[in-house]
């Protein structure tokens, strides 16, 4: 029986492996996604990269996929013709992208986005798709793991299944640095056609993409949640400055979105009522950007209080595993979020978490955690107490909860849009 033949949107997975930044989320649902798929052994699969970086698929992608225990002869590499875009376009895209991080480059970020987006947009309809088109038949499917499905998929006949992360730049621009995203998103979104799938990380993404995109057909709409990696385990911990079950940790981007303002503002009442004696707050993760006030009262409390709340910037997995593993509990007062993956990944190493009541978050934690109003401090202090208190039942709560989730699940629902 001949394998199906898949083009794979491994775009997010170069992106990862060049710049050692943008190894988030959606790069975790990209790189579990296709090892499920070789190791399926159903699939012929062909990688592509929107920008055309056919040597780093070689050289990260493909390479970084030999221990999957499958033949690699089902890999292989799509060509394109994208040198125009990937001499001169993606370079800009990448400025921009490390001015994002930096406050005092927010308006060049925003200009060079700007830029960028439109001049691939002019490649595009300049580029001839004729190669493309004539390369494939009806009888392929694209998986468009992010980005939007290009033109010449549907030129050549072909289906393709999109997988939706979250609507959040469409639903709040106002968390993002520049106009840009919400563009790039309204654009993924429009692609899909009616003949294509689309599969939504939660319910509540769902629910989201079927509100914008009232012409699709919800039977073509599904959902599929997604696992922890299996590297977020119970470990010990790494940091000689902590101490075991002993300190609060959020970990996250530090951007708006994720509201960290309110947490600092919690913890500081803990640290008040008792009289500077709580445990220490942990904030980990890659920097984002509008960060100022944030940074600024958190030198306020450090200066009154001697330091509590320390920053690790951006740490491995197996770090981060060890923090999630000995944390007192784990707080994520995100304001939306189309999945929130570090909160089951805490979890799946028994840390007890306390999260945001809004948009998927409750799809995740279930009962195993508990959910606060994520602009209500006192709330959300209360909740970081009572449940750092009651460590050692709510740690099998999570473990337990986290156990139901898992990448197969996730892969088989896709799998069957193909």
């Known amino acids: 029986m001949s ?22 989320g959606l790069f975790r649902v990209c790189a579990e ?10 699939y012929e699969i062909f990688l592509y990269d929107i920008f055309g970086r056919e040597r780093h698929l070689r050289q990260y992608v493909i390479s970084n996929y030999t221990g999957t225990g499958q033949e690699l002869s089902q890999v292989s590499v ?3 013709d994208s040198n125009v875009f990937r001499t001169l376009a993606y370079p800009v895209l990448r400025k921009a992208d490390g001015w994002r991080r930096k406050e005092d480059k927010q308006f060049y970020c925003k200009v060079l986005k700007a830029i960028a987006v439109r001049f691939g947009r002019l490649v595009e309809k300049l580029s001839p798709r004729k190669k493309m088109v004539d390369a494939v038949d009806a009888s392929y499917h694209y998986i468009a793991t992010y980005y939007s499905i290009p033109q010449w998929v549907h030129d050549a006949g072909m289906h393709a299944t999109l997988i939706v992360h979250d609507l959040i730049p469409i639903l709040h621009p106002e968390y993002f640095a520049s106009d840009a995203n919400k563009r790039l998103l309204e654009e993924i979104c429009s692609s899909i056609s009616a003949n294509d799938m689309a599969v939504c990380v939660s319910a509540s993404t769902r629910s989201d993409l079927l509100n914008f995109r009232k012409d699709l057909n919800p039977d073509n709409v599904k959902f599929a949640h997604l696992a922890g990696a299996d590297c977020f385990r119970k470990r010990d911990l790494s940091f000689d400055n902590l101490q075991p079950f002993n300190y609060i940790l959020s970990a996250c981007t530090l951007e708006p979105r994720k509201n960290m303002l309110t947490l600092v503002k919690a913890y ?25 006030k944030l940074f600024e009262d958190i030198e306020e409390l450090n200066s009154q209080y001697r330091g509590k709340i320390i920053i690790t910037g951006y740490v491995s997995d197996e770090e981060l595993a060890g923090l999630y593993s000995n944390t007192s509990v784990f707080v994520y007062p995100s304001l939306y979020e189309g999945f929130g993956l570090p909160p089951l990944e805490a979890m799946q190493c028994g840390a007890p978490v306390v999260v945001s009541n809004k948009s998927s978050l409750p799809e995740v934690v279930g009962d195993a955690g508990v959910m606060v109003d994520p602009l209500d401090v006192e709330s959300m202090a209360e909740a970081i107490e009572s449940v750092s208190a009651d460590r050692d039942r709510r740690s099998r709560l999570s473990i337990e909860r986290a156990s139901q989730f898992n990448w197969d699940k996730f892969a088989k629902v896709v799998m069957e849009t193909l």
């Open 3 to 24: 394998q199906q033949k898949i083009i794979f949107d491994a775009t997010l997975l170069v992106n990862a492996y060049e710049t050692q930044v943008f190894r988030t």
């Open 33 to 42: 996604l296709l090892k499920k798929l070789i190791d399926s052994g159903k």
């Open 78 to 80: 799509f060509s394109q």
């Open 268 to 292: 500081k009442l803990l640290l008040a009522k008792h009289n500077g004696q709580f445990m220490p707050l942990v904030l980990t993760g890659a920097m984002g950007w509008k960060t100022g």
